[in-house]
């Protein structure tokens, strides 16, 4: 199914949509931060960035989202409830931890994967970068728990 | 051996499918594991009773050397012959009596689990080992007593068991550390060996003392007897298999298995011997004053473990080979008569002695079984039950000791009070004038009358041939217990002597006293008030007491506002810093060095101080927000300033994150109102600046002190080579300290529940309730 892509109208319940502007930067902000985070989480091992930071970017993109939108909106971004997303990224990182024991080593110890790939060249993943997965989700899950169910709070 | 402990554990979950599967024959097809398990111990008969114990020994935790270590001598033999085919016969008697029980698959559970526990107990040889089977069943025996869960008096009765026997066990466990320091092994087939090393050892006595606490808690023995009749709340196939035939003997088991390691000393035998004797004749005194059928029957099981005990403490050959035959008698009889009394209960609904009479006419199986138990439990000839009191008098009167007497007294005492309790139980609910009833009652399925009948039957068929098991099997058991080997025969006819003259006054009196049972428990009323000041009392009184203490201290420390909860925090953190200062003043180094600062810092501390100065005194909200933010911001700069990229960036998230939180929820405070007084408010600058200064001097002391060399060289140089990464913080987070994160990532994770479930639960009060919204 194909989604209509335009800027959304102002949600009749929301308090904070009435901002066009807000609107408009809103949509295009979240995919450009959203990009920008995996670019962190990704360079992170070699480069100022990390799960954190880029769990802090996407979340902060969310909030802008709800902001600019709703709080429906912004679950809709999500896909699935920012709850699961902490419970998953703790699962992840506890894999990668588990990783190291099939091999009889300690419980989180390192495990290093290196692939050739035609057009990016030597590609090294590692059970660090699964584990730094988990961190990004959990950050994301944490923070947009929070914020989303704020949100949702009437008072 | 260690398939037979654990298959009780591995069936365990199984059992509830089973149960869907063939409901009415549950019962029958669960037998068939400790049927099966009988035969396998009935096949170790004759290798064990000949040849000697059958020890297994495999590696569990090697590092703490500790083995799963087991064995199967005579002793060990006797008490999992009992265990698992009084378990066989249990099982398929609470099929059939809890049959319309919702919770009957639970019931098998914790009866599996609670039958392997047992074994695991009396076929250990390492202490350690053996002291989490003896957890084990304290745990799954309080799951049991409180089966009737919906029951706050059920309830209440087994956290009374659980915390007796648990606490008795917090002792065992010190006890067996010392025993197995002192022993110089963990291993009971090796501290056998060395009674005399133990006893003469100076921590013998203190040993001893924690052990016997461990193994009087278990077997309700005087001041901790009174425990076990109230655990008569659980349903009756539970007080049948545990609490007169398994569980409380696991104390006497230990008794008996340490005799050869500790025993044989003064102070055993006045331990043992003493709670023993008065156990003993509280016991009996106790079940012939009560009227339930239940109860008397838990206390006359407490006259018998007084009884165990007390034959133990004496330790001569005598005393242990009476001691495992009474054993034997008692689990045979008192199996029976429990199983009897949930006929009762099951084919009546009356639970009273008081409420009973007649029925042998519509039970009489029944009846029969009940007589052929209870003729056993006087010791009437030709029952089993008369050996085991013969020998019982026997050791008493042929022992040595100086109190001998006096313990001799005790056995005819209790002889004569217990032929009372064995009338009362044998003839009061089958002769004389029929109960009225609203309904005739009918005699119990067959499922419920094998039990009793066999355990019955069998201690009338011991009594009749005592050479199927002297030699072997009790002369085994009683060797293990003495520590040398026993062969003495057993015979129901010893001709005319001072122990069958003894056990005949014993059983005319006790006619006698049955006759006037009303008028016993009417002249001897007055030992209720007694009770007031009996140890159950002082149990309520200490838990009483305990939960006033922590009443009291929660009262305190939990006031429920977020000011003293920080207060208190931070003022114990002053106090544990000074502490530490105060035992070890050259700690502090304070070599402040200012010179190299330059004035773009300078700038930017002097923000950082106005604006926490700002955030304090602001009488805006919005002001104070951005004055934090201010100070955010400013930290962020110095980490750029002292190249930390990745920590800078993260303070701006964080940064701005925070005030996006702190807008969603500053519109729904009310306005800003000055609550509180001036000098509440000077007292909390002055705890914020203790806390700050001391954090202040603490950092710049810890600048000036270096004890050991800096781990930040090997980071850096191991970043590329070992973590594959030049982000030498992001290396550091996810690879050489990821444990550290991990840990962060569960205290993350718990905040954010902790957020939702305030806020969920906030809502859950307002009539306005927020529906959920899901995609």
Known sequence: MTR???????????????????????????????????????????????????????????????????????????????????????????????????????????????????VFGELKLGSPLLFDLGVFLVVVGTASTIIINLAEQDT | ??????????????????????????????????????????????????????????????????????????????????????????????????????????????????????????????????????????????????FNHEDANARAKALQGLIVTVGGGLALMTGFILLGQIGGSYELSVLITRGDTITAHPLYGLTL???????????????????????????????????????????????????????????????LGGAGAITMVLGVFLSLRATGIKRMLAYSTVMALGTLTMLIGLGTRTALLAAMSYLLAHSLYKGALFMVAGIIDHQTGRKDFLDTGGWARYLPVTSACAGLAAMSLAGVMPLFGFIAKEQLLEAGLNHGHALAPLFSAAIVVAAT?????????????????????????????????????????????????????????????????????VTQPLALWHGINTALLISLGAVLVGLVLFRYWQGFRHATRWTDTLARFGPEQAYHRLMDGLVALSNSQTRLLQSGYLRYYLISTLLTLVALVIAALWLNPDALKLRPDFTDIQLHEAVIAAVL???????????????????????????????????APDLSITQVLVETLTVIMLVLVLFRLPGFLRL??????????????????????????VLGSRYHGSIAHYFITESVPAGYGRNIVNVILVDFRALDTLGELFVLALAATGVYAMLKLRSKGDTTEPEETHD
Not at chain 2, 111 to 116: D, P, Q, R, S, V
Not at chain 2, 221 to 228: E, G, I, S, V
Not at chain 2, 232 to 242: C, E, Q, R
């Open chain 1, 4 to 118: 209509e892509r335009r800027i959304p109208p102002p949600d009749r319940n929301a308090l904070r949509t009435q901002s066009l502007i807000l609107r408009t930067t809103g949509f295009f902000l979240l995919p450009l931060l959203l990009l920008f985070a995996l670019f962190l989480l990704l360079r992170g091992h070699n480069a100022p960035g990390g799960g954190f930071i880029a769990g802090l970017v996407a979340s902060a993109a969310i909030a802008v989202h709800l902001f600019a939108m709703s709080e429906a909106g912004a679950r809709r971004v999500l896909r699935v409830d920012p709850r699961d997303l902490f419970a998953w990224g703790l699962i992840l990182a506890l894999v990668a931890g588990v990783l190291g024991l099939f091999s009889g080593q300690p419980f989180l110890t390192a495990h290093w994967l290196t692939v050739s790939l035609p």
């Open chain 2, 1 to 146: 051996m260690l398939t037979g402990i654990l298959s009780g554990f591995l069936l365990a979950p199984l059992a509830p499918a089973l149960h869907r599967l063939f409901p009415r024959y549950s019962g029958w097809l669960l037998a068939l594991l400790p049927a099966g398990l009988t035969l396998y111990f009935l096949q170790q008969w004759l290798p064990v009773t000949q040849q000697g114990p059958l020890l297994s020994h495999i590696d569990w935790v090697p590092a703490l050397a500790m083995p799963l270590s087991f064995m199967l001598d005579g002793l060990s033999l006797l008490f999992a012959l009992m265990i698992c085919a009084i378990g066989a016969l249990i099982f398929i008697y609470a099929g059939r009596y809890l049959e319309d029980h919702r919770d009957l698959p639970r019931l098998y559970v914790l009866l599996l689990c609670f039958m392997a526990s047992m074994l695991g107990v009396v076929l250990s040889d390492n202490l350690i080992v053996l002291f989490v089977f003896w957890e084990l069943t304290s745990i799954t025996s309080y799951l049991l007593i409180g």
């Open chain 2, 209 to 271: 003392v924690l052990i016997v606490l461990g193994a009087f808690t278990k077997s309700a023995q005087f001041p901790f007897h009174f425990w076990l009749p109230n655990a008569m709340a659980a349903p009756t196939p539970v007080s049948a298999y545990l609490h007169s035939a398994t569980m409380v003997k696991a104390g006497i088991y230990l008794l008996a298995r340490l005799h050869p390691a500790m025993g044989g000393t003064e102070l055993w035998l006045l331990l």
């Open chain 2, 417 to 485: 009070l217990g032929v009372a309790v064995a009338a009362v139980i044998g003839i009061r609910p089958w002769f004389g004038k029929p109960a009225a009833l609203t309904h005739t009652p009918s005699e119990a399925p067959p499922a419920m009358l094998l039990g009793p009948a066999l355990l019955a039957g069998l201690g009338l068929l011991l009594g009749l041939i005592p050479g199927l098991i002297d030699r072997s099997l009790l002369s085994a058991a009683a060797s293990a217990s003495l520590g040398e080997r």
């Open chain 2, 609 to 643: 101080v106005i604006a926490t100065l700002a955030a304090v005194t602001l009488q805006s909200r919005l002001g104070a927000v951005a004055s934090l933010g201010a100070v955010g911001f400013s930290i962020a700069l110095l980490y750029v300033l002292f190249s």
């Open chain 2, 676 to 701: 509180t007084r001036t000098r509440t408010r000077l007292a909390d600058a002055l705890v914020g600046i203790t806390v700050g200064g001391m954090i202040t001097v603490l950092l710049l002391s």
